[in-house]
C-alpha cells in the first residue's frame, strides 16, 4: 500500500481468514496492530490492503517557518507541525496562491503570538500535550513529527475553518476529567510520547494537573491526556509463604481503608474467560441492603488486593436469566453492591443455566428463596442478664429435644441426648444413619467469655441450646433439611452454607438458628459424619486460634508478627484434616452417581 498510514486511520487488511477491516491502534517499522471485532491483529504493510477511512482534522496555519509551523484547530486548540521535508509548503503553496496570503498569515500570528504559544517556560519537547510519534509508511520508511494528543480528533467529516487548512491526524482520547474531578493526591496513568507513566497529582487547574511519577519527576498534563484514574496502592501486610488468598484478606480487611477509587477495568479483578458483561442496572441483588452491607463493605478492598496483584483474581459473579432482560444474583452480591457505591456501570457475570451449577451442598439445592432472604441478625428475647437467658434457654432446651425426638422418630433417626461420646464411638466405627445429636446447655464461663465480643450483649448469645445433626453423606443434606420443614421448623436468621463457603481453617457444615415456641432461638448444625470426625481434631487448633484473635478483636487491633505466625501454623494444620475430610465426602458423592447411573442400565436392560 503507498499511502501512509497512521494511528486512527480505519483500514482494510489480509488474513489467513480473508480481508477485514479495522481499526489501526498502533504503528510500527514492519507493521501496525489494527482493532477489529474487539481483537487486536498484528499486520504486515504488505498486507494492509487498502484504506478505508483516513482519519482527518482540518487546521489553520496561524505561523509558517522554514522548519516547520504553528496550526489550530477550530476549537482553537493549537500545535507545532515540524515540516523538514517541505511538503507542508508546498500544500500552502497549492492553497494560497499568492504571497500576500502568505504574508497575511504572518501577520495574524504576531498579533496573536502570546496566546498561541502558551507555555513559555521550558523547551517544546516537554510541553504537555505535544508527542514525539513515529510514522511508519507501507514501506517502513519511520518519519518523526509532533502531535497533539487529544479527542481533538474527528473522523468522517472536514471541519471548516479560515485560512489555509490541511489534514492531520493525531490520537483520539475520551477526555472525562476536569478540575472537578481530580485533585491532589489522585493517581493518574497518562503517555509522554509512546510511553505509559503513572504519577500522583500534586495540583490541579483549569486546563490540566501537575503530576509527579515513581521517580518523582514532575510533568504538565492536559486534562484530556489522562487516561484513566489509578487506584493507590494501600501498605498491604506481608502475605504469609503458603498462606491461603481468603485467610489473608480475612486477616488483612480490619486493616484496610474503603478505596478512595475503585477504578472499572473488568480484567484488573476478574477472570475474564467465558465471562459475560452486562449493565450494572440489570443485575437484580437476591439479598436486602441490610445483608449486603457488610459484603458491600469489604468486597472492594478484597478487589482492589486482586487490582494490586496481592491475591488472585476471583471469578465473574454467578447469576441466572430471569426471562425480561434482568439478572438474578446466585453468587456475589456483596461485589454487585460494592462496586454499585463506586458507580461501576457494568459488571462481568457467568450466565448459570438450569441446574447446570447446582451440587448437593449448593445454597440454591439446600435453602429456599424466602430462607435465604431472611434477616443476618437476630437476638434473643427479654434477655438483659445471664439469669434471664439461662432460664429462657431451659424451657427452650426442652422444646428443642421434644421436637428433634419427634422428627428423628417420624425418620427413624437415632437420638443422642447429652452423650457426644457415644454418637463419636459409632461415627469411629463407620455405623450408618443420620444421628441427632443434643448437647446439653452451654456452660456460663464459657458464654460469659463470649458475651464480652457480643455488641448485643447476653440477647446476642444464640447457642446456649444447640445440636448437631451428622449425615453419612452431603446427598442426605437436603432430605434432613426436608424432614425438619415437614415438621414445622422455623428459621429465625439467614442460613450458614459453610459447605459452599468453608470458614479460613476449612471447616464446613450448614448452621442456622431456630427459634421454639417459648421464643428462644436455638443453633442448629448439619455435618457429614467425616467432616465432624476432622473436627473432634481440628477443634484442637481451633483452640489455640480463639483466644488470640478474640483479643485483638476486642482490642481492636491487628494481629502481631507472632500471633500471625500462630494463626498461620494452626490454620495450615486445619486445613490438612479438613481438606481430607472434604474429599472423602465428595468421592461418596461419584460413588453414589455411578451406583445410580448402574441402576438405571440394570433396569433398562431388564425391561
Given at each position: 500500500?503507498?499511502?501512509?498510514?497512521?494511528?486512527?486511520?480505519?483500514?482494510?487488511?489480509?488474513?489467513?481468514?480473508?480481508?477485514?477491516?479495522?481499526?489501526?491502534?498502533?504503528?510500527?517499522?514492519?507493521?501496525?496492530?489494527?482493532?477489529?471485532?474487539?481483537?487486536?491483529?498484528?499486520?504486515?504493510?504488505?498486507?494492509?490492503?487498502?484504506?478505508?477511512?483516513?482519519?482527518?482534522?482540518?487546521?489553520?496555519?496561524?505561523?509558517?517557518?522554514?522548519?516547520?509551523?504553528?496550526?489550530?484547530?477550530?476549537?482553537?486548540?493549537?500545535?507545532?507541525?515540524?515540516?523538514?521535508?517541505?511538503?507542508?509548503?508546498?500544500?500552502?503553496a497549492?492553497?494560497s496562491?499568492?504571497?500576500?496570503?502568505?504574508?497575511?498569515?504572518?501577520?495574524?500570528?504576531d498579533?496573536?503570538?502570546?496566546?498561541i504559544?502558551?507555555?513559555?517556560?521550558?523547551?517544546?519537547?516537554?510541553?504537555?500535550?505535544?508527542s514525539?510519534?513515529?510514522?511508519?509508511?507501507?514501506q517502513?520508511h519511520?518519519?518523526?513529527?509532533?502531535?497533539?494528543?487529544?479527542?481533538d480528533?474527528?473522523t468522517?467529516?472536514?471541519?471548516?475553518?479560515?485560512g489555509?487548512?490541511?489534514?492531520?491526524?493525531?490520537n483520539?482520547?475520551?477526555?472525562?476529567?476536569?478540575?472537578?474531578?481530580?485533585?491532589?493526591?489522585?493517581?493518574?496513568?497518562?503517555?509522554?510520547?509512546?510511553?505509559?507513566?503513572?504519577?500522583?497529582?500534586?495540583?490541579?487547574?483549569?486546563?490540566?494537573?501537575?503530576?509527579?511519577?515513581?521517580?518523582?519527576?514532575?510533568?504538565?498534563?492536559?486534562?484530556?491526556?489522562?487516561?484513566?484514574?489509578?487506584?493507590?496502592?494501600?501498605?498491604?501486610?506481608?502475605?504469609?509463604?503458603?498462606?491461603?488468598?481468603?485467610?489473608?484478606?480475612?486477616?488483612?480487611?480490619?486493616?484496610?481503608?474503603?478505596?478512595?477509587?475503585?477504578?472499572?477495568?473488568?480484567?484488573?479483578?476478574?477472570?475474564?474467560?467465558?465471562?459475560t458483561?452486562?449493565?450494572?442496572?440489570?443485575?437484580?441483588?437476591?439479598?436486602?441492603?441490610?445483608?449486603?452491607?457488610?459484603?458491600?463493605?469489604?468486597?472492594?478492598?478484597?478487589?482492589?488486593?486482586?487490582?494490586?496483584?496481592?491475591?488472585?483474581?476471583?471469578d465473574?459473579?454467578?447469576?441466572?436469566?430471569?426471562?425480561?432482560?434482568?439478572?438474578?444474583?446466585?453468587?456475589?452480591?456483596?461485589?454487585?453492591?460494592?462496586?454499585?457505591?463506586?458507580?461501576?456501570?457494568?459488571?462481568?457475570?457467568?450466565?448459570?443455566?438450569?441446574?447446570?451449577r447446582?451440587?448437593?451442598?449448593?445454597?440454591?439445592?439446600?435453602?429456599?428463596?424466602e430462607?435465604?432472604?431472611l434477616?443476618?441478625?437476630?437476638?434473643q428475647k427479654?434477655?438483659?442478664?445471664?439469669?434471664?437467658?439461662?432460664?429462657?434457654?431451659?424451657?427452650?432446651?426442652?422444646?428443642?429435644?421434644?421436637?428433634?425426638?419427634?422428627?428423628?422418630?417420624?425418620?427413624?433417626?437415632?437420638?443422642?441426648?447429652?452423650?457426644?461420646?457415644?454418637?463419636?464411638?459409632?461415627?469411629?466405627?463407620?455405623?450408618?444413619?443420620?444421628?441427632?445429636?443434643?448437647?446439653?446447655?452451654?456452660g456460663?464461663a464459657?458464654?460469659t467469655?463470649?458475651?464480652?465480643?457480643?455488641?448485643?450483649?447476653?440477647a446476642?448469645?444464640?447457642?446456649?441450646?444447640?445440636?448437631?445433626?451428622?449425615?453419612?453423606?452431603?446427598h442426605?443434606?437436603?432430605?434432613?433439611?426436608?424432614?425438619?420443614?415437614?415438621?414445622?421448623?422455623?428459621?429465625?436468621?439467614?442460613?450458614?452454607n459453610?459447605?459452599?463457603?468453608?470458614?479460613?481453617?476449612?471447616?464446613?457444615?450448614?448452621?442456622?438458628?431456630?427459634?421454639?415456641?417459648?421464643?428462644?432461638?436455638?443453633?442448629?448444625?448439619?455435618?457429614?459424619?467425616?467432616?465432624?470426625?476432622?473436627?473432634?481434631?481440628?477443634?484442637?487448633?481451633?483452640?489455640?486460634?480463639?483466644?488470640i484473635?478474640?483479643?485483638?478483636?476486642?482490642e481492636?487491633?491487628?494481629?502481631?508478627?507472632?500471633?500471625?505466625?500462630?494463626?498461620?501454623?494452626?490454620?495450615?494444620r486445619?486445613?490438612?484434616?479438613?481438606?481430607?475430610?472434604?474429599?472423602?465426602?465428595?468421592?461418596?458423592?461419584?460413588?453414589?452417581?455411578?451406583?445410580?447411573?448402574?441402576?438405571?442400565?440394570?433396569?433398562?436392560?431388564s425391561?
Amino acid at each position: 500500500m503507498n499511502k501512509m498510514i497512521v494511528k486512527g486511520d480505519h483500514v482494510y487488511f489480509q488474513t489467513h481468514k480473508g480481508p477485514r477491516s479495522g481499526e489501526v491502534k498502533a504503528v510500527g517499522k514492519h507493521g501496525a496492530t489494527v482493532l477489529c471485532d474487539g481483537q487486536q491483529h498484528k499486520v504486515k504493510h504488505a498486507h494492509v490492503l487498502g484504506m478505508k477511512q483516513k482519519l482527518e482534522r482540518k487546521f489553520t496555519v496561524i505561523d509558517q517557518g522554514d522548519e516547520g509551523a504553528l496550526l489550530k484547530d477550530s476549537e482553537g486548540k493549537s500545535l507545532y507541525l515540524r515540516d523538514t521535508d517541505g511538503h507542508l509548503k508546498k500544500i500552502l503553496a497549492r492553497q494560497s496562491g499568492k504571497g500576500a496570503e502568505s504574508e497575511k498569515i504572518h501577520k495574524s500570528f504576531d498579533r496573536n503570538y502570546k496566546r498561541i504559544l502558551f507555555l513559555k517556560a521550558g523547551s517544546l519537547k516537554n510541553r504537555p500535550g505535544l508527542s514525539l510519534q513515529e510514522v511508519t509508511d507501507s514501506q517502513g520508511h519511520i518519519t518523526h513529527k509532533w502531535k497533539r494528543t487529544g479527542e481533538d480528533a474527528k473522523t468522517g467529516h472536514k471541519q471548516k475553518t479560515e485560512g489555509a487548512e490541511i489534514d492531520g491526524h493525531e490520537n483520539e482520547h475520551h477526555q472525562s476529567f476536569n478540575a472537578d474531578s481530580l485533585s491532589s493526591g489522585d493517581h493518574v496513568s497518562f503517555n509522554i510520547g509512546e510511553k505509559s507513566i503513572t504519577g500522583e497529582v500534586t495540583s490541579s487547574g483549569k486546563d490540566g494537573v501537575t503530576a509527579r511519577d515513581e521517580a518523582g519527576k514532575t510533568h504538565h498534563v492536559f486534562y484530556h491526556e489522562i487516561h484513566a484514574r489509578v487506584a493507590e496502592r494501600p501498605n498491604y501486610a506481608k502475605k504469609g509463604e503458603d498462606e491461603k488468598d481468603k485467610a489473608y484478606l480475612k486477616r488483612i480487611k480490619n486493616t484496610l481503608d474503603d478505596p478512595k477509587h475503585l477504578p472499572e477495568e473488568h480484567s484488573r479483578y476478574f477472570n475474564m474467560e467465558g465471562s459475560t458483561t452486562v449493565p450494572v442496572d440489570k443485575l437484580v441483588s437476591t439479598k436486602s441492603d441490610e445483608e449486603n452491607q457488610q459484603g458491600g463493605n469489604n468486597s472492594p478492598k478484597f478487589m482492589l488486593a486482586a487490582y494490586h496483584g496481592q491475591v488472585a483474581k476471583r471469578d465473574p459473579i454467578s447469576v441466572e436469566e430471569t426471562g425480561d432482560g434482568q439478572y438474578r444474583i446466585l453468587d456475589g452480591n456483596g461485589t454487585y453492591t460494592g462496586v454499585k457505591k463506586y458507580g461501576w456501570k457494568s459488571l462481568p457475570v457467568k450466565v448459570v443455566k438450569g441446574k447446570e451449577r447446582q451440587q448437593p451442598w449448593d445454597t440454591n439445592a439446600l435453602f429456599t428463596p424466602e430462607e435465604m432472604n431472611l434477616s443476618t441478625t437476630v437476638t434473643q428475647k427479654n434477655t438483659p442478664t445471664i439469669e434471664a437467658l439461662y432460664k429462657q434457654a431451659e424451657d427452650g432446651l426442652v422444646q428443642f429435644k421434644a421436637w428433634l425426638s419427634e422428627v428423628a422418630s417420624q425418620k427413624r433417626f437415632e437420638v443422642f441426648n447429652d452423650d457426644i461420646q457415644s454418637a463419636m464411638s459409632k461415627m469411629e466405627k463407620h455405623e450408618k444413619g443420620v444421628f441427632v445429636i443434643i448437647a446439653g446447655l452451654k456452660g456460663q464461663a464459657r458464654a460469659t467469655e463470649k458475651m464480652k465480643g457480643e455488641s448485643q450483649g447476653w440477647a446476642g448469645l444464640k447457642d446456649i441450646v444447640r445440636g448437631t445433626i451428622a449425615v453419612d453423606n452431603l446427598h442426605e443434606l437436603s432430605e434432613v433439611l426436608g424432614a425438619l420443614r415437614e415438621s414445622g421448623m422455623k428459621i429465625a436468621r439467614r442460613p450458614k452454607n459453610r459447605f459452599a463457603k468453608p470458614v479460613a481453617g476449612g471447616y464446613r457444615d450448614l448452621m442456622f438458628n431456630v427459634e421454639m415456641k417459648n421464643g428462644h432461638i436455638c443453633e442448629l448444625q448439619i455435618n457429614t459424619k467425616a467432616m465432624i470426625l476432622a473436627k473432634e481434631e481440628g477443634h484442637k487448633h481451633y483452640e489455640v486460634m480463639r483466644p488470640i484473635t478474640e483479643k485483638a478483636e476486642r482490642e481492636g487491633r491487628s494481629l502481631t508478627p507472632e500471633e500471625a505466625d500462630i494463626i498461620e501454623r494452626e490454620t495450615k494444620r486445619s486445613q490438612v484434616l479438613y481438606s481430607q475430610a472434604w474429599d472423602e465426602n465428595k468421592s461418596k458423592i461419584n460413588v453414589t452417581n455411578e451406583m445410580k447411573k448402574a441402576m438405571i442400565i440394570f433396569v433398562r436392560r431388564s425391561i
